[in-house]
T-cell receptor
Framework: DTGVSQDPRHKITKRGQNVTFRCDPI?????LYWYRQTLGQGPEFLTY????????KSRLLSDRFSAERPKGSFSTLEIQRTEQGDSAMYLC????????????FGSGTRLTVV | AQSVTQLGSHVSVSEGALVLLRCNYS??????LFWYVQYPNQGLQLLLK??????LVKGINGFEAEFKKSETSFHLTKPSAHMSDAAEYFC???????????FGTGTRLQVFP
């Protein structure tokens, strides 16, 4: 069990560029979640997968955001045409899907749009 | 929908003093409740969880929390603060049957020598 890995840890991009983040969950966890956290706030839910199926997307997830989990293992989160308001910490978490378990979080990807 | 409210965005204590971080939940059914800690530029680490077993839950790093249904509270305590406890603390609740964690706005704990 190597925990949840996120790559990159930091990303600085110019407004209008596309960015992609990767998350590798704990291997035996079938659920994977993406959250966004802005300064001074708690994490806000974006979307989650059970295996390869994307089961829910938040209204926070505009059309510029897309997430995939093609083989039910790692996941990618892509942001197209980035805006300054997209600057945030993007957190990935995984769980075995039991309600009482809680999540294991990765260290996050900090995105700065300049 | 379930939610949690954390009272006090900042709490300051002296090293060795009692730590009390407040969390109240809103839920029509017995909730699953969690406390997470976040150090600067890090992800969130699970401190402890309430899953309808014992009402007094012990977690890592000497923290514990008590579930009080009558007060709809799940406050986090530690008898003696250590400098290394300085961090952001988040209370969270599972939303219904979705397995989706809903977080409070967080409380920043400062520990002074």
């Amino acid at each position: 069990d190597t925990g949840v890995s996120q790559d990159p840890r930091h990303k600085i991009t110019k407004r209008g560029q596309n960015v992609t983040f990767r998350c590798d969950p704990i291997s035996e966890h079938n659920r994977l979640y993406w959250y966004r956290q802005t300064l001074g706030q708690g994490p806000e839910f974006l979307t989650y997968f059970q295996n390869e199926a994307q089961l829910e997307k938040s209204r926070l997830l505009s059309d510029r955001f897309s997430a995939e989990r093609p083989k039910g293992s790692f996941s990618t989160l892509e942001i197209q045409r980035t805006e300054q308001g997209d600057s945030a910490m993007y957190l990935c978490a995984s769980s075995p899907g039991r309600l009482n378990y809680g999540y294991t979080f990765g260290s996050g990807t900090r995105l700065t749009v300049v | 929908a379930q939610s949690v409210t954390q009272l006090g965005s900042h709490v300051s204590v002296s090293e060795g003093a009692l730590v009390l971080l407040r969390c109240n939940y809103s839920s029509s059914v017995p909730p699953y409740l969690f406390w997470y800690v976040q150090y600067p530029n890090q992800g969130l680490q699970l401190l402890l969880k309430y899953t309808s077993a014992a009402t007094l839950v012990k977690g890592i790093n000497g923290f514990e929390a008590e579930f009080k249904k009558s007060e709809t509270s799940f406050h986090l305590t530690k008898p003696s603060a250590h400098m290394s406890d300085a961090a952001e603390y988040f209370c969270a609740v599972i939303e219904g049957n979705t397995d989706k964690l809903i977080f409070g706005t967080g409380t920043r704990l400062q520990v002074f020598p």
